[in-house]
């Protein structure tokens, strides 16, 4: 059965949002590292064979890295949106085969530096080079990392479905609900940001703090740092002194 269109729109929204913030990063954080190891790699008194397992070494450590991030950014986006559909195991499954068709590609470049490498040093045997059975060593070990990683999500989108079957959770994702708080803090708040049309989460976003900065001020779990504080009154366009402590 296929999702409904509106479901379907806000799920390749928050998805793409996710990839954003991930390529983002890779770009900002994890391509320059690699380069940077690579590079002095080259510097080092090392054989060909022996470049071969230092680059394999680089290359699953930074893979394993890749996916953890790349996983959290989706984890985070269903988190703060509230998203059942993320959760969903057909999603996680065809995100599963995203990842890994990445991990697929990086593993085949790898494999031509390392040829490409052997080729110039012209009399390294192909015995001294990682076999095929490596490469796919490689890939199993970061496929049993994508899959403990997605368990988790699939654990959570399981008892989001459970308890949304219950009727414990609205139709509404979480951070887009309407505060149901009661207190000073609700008193003030929650009227501004029914003017504003703000969930929780773009108030957080307004006032630039973490999601769960301004959900449990709200909620009255926590009491937030004075800077904290001074941004979310800011983002309301209330003294300080006006939100309750």
């Given at each position: 059965m296929k999702a409904p269109?509106?479901?379907r729109v806000e799920?390749?929204?928050?998805?793409?949002?996710?990839?954003?913030?991930?390529?983002?990063?890779?770009?900002k954080k994890l391509r320059p590292e690699r380069e940077r190891r690579m590079s002095e790699l080259r510097t080092h008194n090392l054989t060909t064979s022996g470049r071969a397992v230092a680059?394999?070494?680089?290359?699953?450590?930074?893979?394993?890295?890749?996916?953890?991030?790349?996983?959290g950014f989706y984890a985070a986006v269903a988190r703060e949106s509230g998203s059942?559909?993320?959760?969903?195991?057909?999603?996680?499954?065809?995100?599963?085969?995203?990842?890994?068709?990445?991990?697929?590609?990086?593993?085949?470049?790898?494999?031509d530096h390392?040829?490409?490498?052997?080729?110039?040093?012209?009399?390294?045997?192909?015995?001294?080079?990682?076999?095929?059975?490596?490469?796919?060593?490689?890939?199993?070990?970061?496929l049993d990392v994508v899959n403990d990683e997605l368990r988790v999500l699939a654990a959570e989108g399981t008892l989001?479905?459970?308890?949304?079957?219950?009727?414990?959770?609205?139709?509404?994702?979480?951070?887009?609900?309407?505060?149901?708080?009661?207190g000073a803090r609700a008193t003030i708040v929650a009227p501004i940001l029914d003017s504003k049309g703000w969930s929780i989460f773009e108030w957080a976003t307004n006032a630039?703090?973490?999601?769960?900065?301004?959900?449990?001020?709200?909620?009255g779990r926590t009491k937030p740092h004075p800077s904290?504080?001074?941004?979310?009154?800011?983002?309301?366009?209330?003294?300080v002194e006006d939100l309750p402590v």
């Amino acid at each position: 059965m296929k999702a409904p269109a509106s479901g379907r729109v806000e799920y390749e929204a928050l998805f793409e949002l996710a990839e954003s913030k991930f390529h983002a990063w890779h770009q900002k954080k994890l391509r320059p590292e690699r380069e940077r190891r690579m590079s002095e790699l080259r510097t080092h008194n090392l054989t060909t064979s022996g470049r071969a397992v230092a680059v394999m070494r680089i290359y699953r450590e930074l893979l394993e890295r890749e996916v953890r991030k790349r996983i959290g950014f989706y984890a985070a986006v269903a988190r703060e949106s509230g998203s059942s559909e993320m959760l969903s195991k057909r999603r996680l499954d065809e995100f599963r085969e995203l990842v890994m068709t990445r991990v697929g590609h990086a593993t085949r470049v790898l494999k031509d530096h390392i040829m490409q490498d052997a080729l110039a040093a012209g009399d390294v045997p192909l015995l001294a080079l990682p076999n095929e059975r490596q490469y796919v060593s490689l890939k199993a070990v970061i496929l049993d990392v994508v899959n403990d990683e997605l368990r988790v999500l699939a654990a959570e989108g399981t008892l989001a479905s459970r308890s949304k079957e219950r009727g414990v959770v609205s139709e509404e994702p979480a951070a887009r609900r309407a505060p149901k708080v009661v207190g000073a803090r609700a008193t003030i708040v929650a009227p501004i940001l029914d003017s504003k049309g703000w969930s929780i989460f773009e108030w957080a976003t307004n006032a630039s703090v973490d999601f769960h900065t301004a959900s449990d001020y709200l909620k009255g779990r926590t009491k937030p740092h004075p800077s904290s504080r001074k941004k979310l009154a800011e983002a309301l366009g209330v003294k300080v002194e006006d939100l309750p402590v």
